[in-house]
């Protein structure tokens, strides 16, 4: 959408009695709130690939094979919150709308690996190289969205505070649906162990 639609469109949806800098200030949490929810579910995530790493497969092969599914399960909701509600909402005020297409066919990508990965038997030594590579993809492409996406909307008059209810609402209904069908969402998958040192790994790694 053109900048002008778009900036016509956001000052008539904030049309009440509050003060323009009390919208403003509304806005600038929900749009903080939206960003921030995409980002701890990217953290967790980068969190659950370095466990898997880091961990003695042989001797757990339980252990391994449960995080494994519990992240594809927490890979597909997260991207189905993006492609349903996030991604369009960004697609109308992103300067560079072939980022979003781009993010979209790295979800397909990733999509169709997890279909592949979740197949195979998890002996077979295709099962963690599958996953080891899933875990690259999406180190990528949580690369793109942080440092190209997110930054290009911060600089847009998005409808913030509609975005982020549409996201807590959705998400809680993924998360209902997969828990309904038995899955593990992988909210609990959370590795404290060894953070610092990851944290300190990582901050040399994107220096
Ligand atoms: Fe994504
Ligand atoms: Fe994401």
Redesign the pocket.
Known sequence: MPQSQSHARSSQHHASSRSRSESRRDSEQAREEVLGL?IE??KRMKKVFRAFERMDRDARPDEAQALVRATCVALMI?ASL?EEVFYPAARECIDEESLIEEAEVEHASARSLIEQLLQLDPQDPKYAASFTVLGEYTLH??KE?EKEIFPQLSRTDMDWPALVQAMHERRQELLQQYRLAGEDTGQAQEDDEGDEEAAEAERQRDA
Request: no cysteine; proline share 0%.
């Open positions: 995409l579910d990217h997260h993006e492409h949580i969205e």
